[in-house]
């Protein structure tokens, strides 16, 4: 049999199958459905959470050393030399006494604060940008070394509390795999058993074809068509639901989080849609090809 017409001979015999055990079928889509929406939303809650972590990250990223008052102007030259040295170092910048006190004064809730110091309470500061924040803590304790740094204040460099955050942020991501891996298995195991029902249905059809002569593929072929039909229906319609509802869900979630960023991403959803519909084919495909090499002997 030529190939096209061996294509068409499977794929007639898979939407034959499909409709023939329609109950177990549309089951087998709902079900899929549900776990690759869940998995959509996993998806949708990960990026969402990682884009407020890279710009948590790309905030404390800037660490500000406090420099003491009335130190040269060359010395301070010196140091912000050999700092743009450091390569886990991007930039470094020198602000002035006066420089900082017109930044502070210029931010509308210090208004009433201004208005009541006189002069100007504030150091100079070198302001780092390092490449990660995990250079952060050698970089700080370089400031701190420096004779010419302010004791009070030296940096403001969160030594507790950034590492907790990027332990978190590790941790939700290790989180959010073991969930996707978990609904993996489930959906799997949901088309391997909708194939052993079809399978079971068209046994006396397939004995005939291993008598005449069938080879492996296509006997099995129909079946993993089948397979990768059914994850593709589940996946269209879980596409359909995300899109429906992701823009909704999240303008709710900004109004009443308005503490976080939160922002709608016409760029990911199509991201998403990609995602989803390539997980629904790979989840059809590989669990009707283990259910028919488990349930067909050729």
Do not use: C
Request: avoid cysteine; hydrophobic fraction near 50%.
């Amino acid at each position: 049999m030529r190939p096209s017409r061996h294509l068409a001979f499977a794929l007639n015999s898979a939407w034959q199958s499909f409709w023939r055990n329609a109950a177990v079928s549309l089951a087998a889509v709902i079900s899929i459905t549900l776990i690759l929406a869940f998995a959509g939303v996993n998806l949708i809650l990960g990026h969402a959470l990682d884009s407020l972590m890279q710009s948590y990250l790309k905030q404390v990223a800037v660490m500000n050393i406090s420099v003491q008052d009335n130190v040269p102007l060359a010395t301070v030259d010196d140091f912000v030399t050999h700092l743009r040295q450091d390569p886990r170092i991007q930039s470094v910048t020198f602000i002035t006494k006066d420089e900082a006190f017109q930044h502070f004064a210029a931010n509308a809730a210090n208004r009433d604060i201004v208005a009541q110091i006189e002069g100007n309470p504030l150091d100079a500061k070198i302001q780092v940008h390092v490449d990660s924040v995990g250079s952060l803590a050698a970089i700080d304790r370089e400031a701190r070394a420096w004779p010419y740094v302010d004791s009070n204040n030296p940096t403001d460099y969160q030594k507790d509390f950034i590492p907790r955050v990027v332990t978190l942020a590790d941790w939700l991501h290790k989180g959010g795999l073991a969930v996707l891996a978990i609904l993996t298995v489930v959906s799997v195991v949901i088309v391997m058993n909708t194939i052993r029902t079809a399978i079971y249905h068209r046994r006396k059809e397939i004995e005939v074809m291993k008598l005449v002569g069938a080879t492996e593929w296509f006997v099995r072929g129909p079946f993993l068509l089948e397979g990768m039909f059914t994850g593709l229906l589940a996946a269209a319609i879980a596409i359909g639901l995300l899109a429906f509802g992701y823009r909704p869900a999240v303008d709710r979630l900004a109004s009443q989080l308005s503490f976080i960023p939160l922002a709608y991403d016409p760029a990911f959803i199509n991201q998403l849609a990609l995602y989803v519909a390539a997980a629904g084919a790979a989840l059809g495909f590989l669990g009707s090809f283990i259910g028919v090499r488990r349930y067909v002997r050729i």
